[in-house]
């Protein structure tokens, strides 16, 4: 809800403006970008979830230490940054449905000379307005003299209880100071819901300009990997794989990556979360690369696997194959209507038939999944939401039934088999090849589209790059 300053009641120290041409966040429909306006849909949208007497209140992400004065680069909390698009810390954000005077207000850091000589200038009350959308802006240390007199007024709150103990603690502090005033009227309010079920149901769905976004991450993404795959070779370290990624991720325009990334060579590749990437690259072994970029806060999260040396041996290419068949066959089942669930139990049987063709599983295919024999050799599941976390938000089952899929879901699709050396009951001829395939699949109306198809994947494919080679 956009009002000029001079339609408001104010109070003498907010900041108040009419942003409906706010500059800063683009708002020219960029397919890699998220306008102003997508972040005042998306509070509109909650606010209208709320109903009148509706408070909403969500903090910005604290800041973490890394060691001594130095600190962790920032990242928004998701929540706050859906709904916002404010990439600062030290900031609440409260919707309060129906206010006459505007119905998204944000504290947040002053401007304060001293400290922006050293570490850059802050958007301030006006930037919160002007760049950022917001109706009203208050400095921070205002924020425990004005929230009660928001609470008081209120019928409903929504916060999301325990994901941060000092907003708890605060908004306890407020209430408190709330029930004080009851001689002059005042009440607290009489129902608390939970927000981050109300929020997690918002972002499940992704529109067209996060879709945008993500599309942006992926391409980036799988250009990673293809640079990866060009200029792996036997003796280098997993860490030099790792750097190049991250250049074409930065280079990209993604300054972050999604999560670490695994580079994981040899018996490493049979390691589900291996992060150290500092071993050596030997010719033989397999590269399985878990890696994806960020890029406005959304994610990609894309897995290869291919062969040091550049081409596979026998027993690579055969579980390799297994793997492949698996991930086709899950892909196969990302459509309108699709239980959560068959993704993964296409998979699994897949892999099962596969394993017990290799000799690998011994026994009738439908026998073997009852009894999760296949767990030996693949123990995660086949998937998982995608979104601004890399494991998004949003429940896997309703009313204890899988969730159907609808448009507008992104999850990933990552069957995989590991076989470390020395596994029991297994030639040695298939020690040490751990594969996984990923792909970001978005659920469309027609069925599915493979965001991170540009990475390469079929045996043909991957050895054809690496015979390539170069930068």
């Not at 990242?75 to 954000?93: C, K, M, N, V, W």
């Not at 659920?443 to 050895?463: M, S, W």
Request: with cysteine; hydrophobic share 40%; aromatic share 8%.
């Amino acid at each position: 809800m956009n009002r000029s300053s001079t339609d408001r009641k104010r109070r003498p120290d907010a900041v108040t403006v009419d942003h409906s041409a706010s500059p800063g966040i683009s708002s020219h429909g960029d397919s890699a970008s998220i306008g102003v306006e997508e972040f005042s849909r998306r509070r509109q949208k909650l606010l209208k979830k709320m109903g009148k007497g509706g408070v909403a209140i969500i903090a910005a992400a604290p800041v973490k230490m890394r060691n001594r004065e130095v600190e962790h680069p920032y990242r928004q909390d998701s929540s706050f940054l859906y709904l916002t698009g404010f990439p600062e810390p030290h900031a609440i954000a409260v919707l309060v449905a129906g206010r006459p005077e505007g119905e998204y207000i944000l504290f947040c850091r002053k401007h304060n000379p001293e400290v922006e000589r050293w570490c850059g200038r802050y958007a301030g009350q006006d930037g919160a307005c002007q760049i950022y959308g917001a109706d009203e802006a208050f400095a921070i240390d205002q924020v425990d003299k004005i929230m009660p007199g928001l609470l008081e007024k209120a019928k409903r709150v929504f916060h999301a209880m325990g994901y941060q103990s000092d907003l708890d603690t605060r908004l306890t502090d407020w209430l408190n100071e709330v029930r004080k005033r009851y001689r002059t009227g005042a009440h607290t309010p009489v129902d608390f819901v939970a927000l981050d079920h109300v929020l997690n149901e918002m972002r499940l769905i992704k529109n067209r300009a996060e879709i945008g976004v993500m599309c942006h991450a992926a391409r980036v993404t799988a250009a990673a990997h293809r640079r990866a795959m060009r200029l792996c070779r036997p003796g280098m370290t997993e860490f030099q794989i790792e750097a190049e990624l991250r250049h074409e991720f930065m280079y990209g325009g993604c300054r972050e990556t999604a999560y670490p990334p695994i580079v994981a060579s040899g018996n490493n590749s049979c390691v589900l979360h291996y992060t150290a990437n500092d071993a050596e690259l030997r010719d033989g072994d397999l590269l399985l690369i878990d890696a994806g970029a960020e890029h406005e806060g959304y994610a990609a999260d894309v897995t290869r696997t291919f062969p040091v040396s550049g081409r596979f041996s026998k027993e690579q290419r055969a579980i390799y194959e297994i793997v492949l068949a698996a991930q086709h066959a899950a892909i196969r089942q990302v459509r309108p209507g699709s239980p959560w669930n068959a993704p993964h139990d296409a998979a699994v049987r897949t892999l099962t038939r596969g394993l017990v063709e290799l000799g690998l599983l011994k026994g009738d295919v439908t026998t073997l999944i009852r009894q999760d024999a296949y767990r030996k050799f693949y123990m995660h599941r086949t998937g998982h939401w995608l979104g601004l976390d890399v494991h998004d938000v949003g429940d896997y089952k309703t009313e204890n039934k899988w969730r159907q899929l609808k448009p507008g879901m992104v999850l990933t699709v990552e069957p995989g088999l590991y076989i470390p050396s020395g596994t029991r009951g297994v030639a040695k001829k298939w020690w040490k090849i751990g594969i996984r395939i990923e792909d970001d699949v978005l659920v469309t109306g027609a069925g599915n589209r493979v965001l991170t198809e540009a990475a390469p994947k079929t045996v043909d494919d991957i050895e054809a790059l690496m015979a390539a080679g170069g930068r």
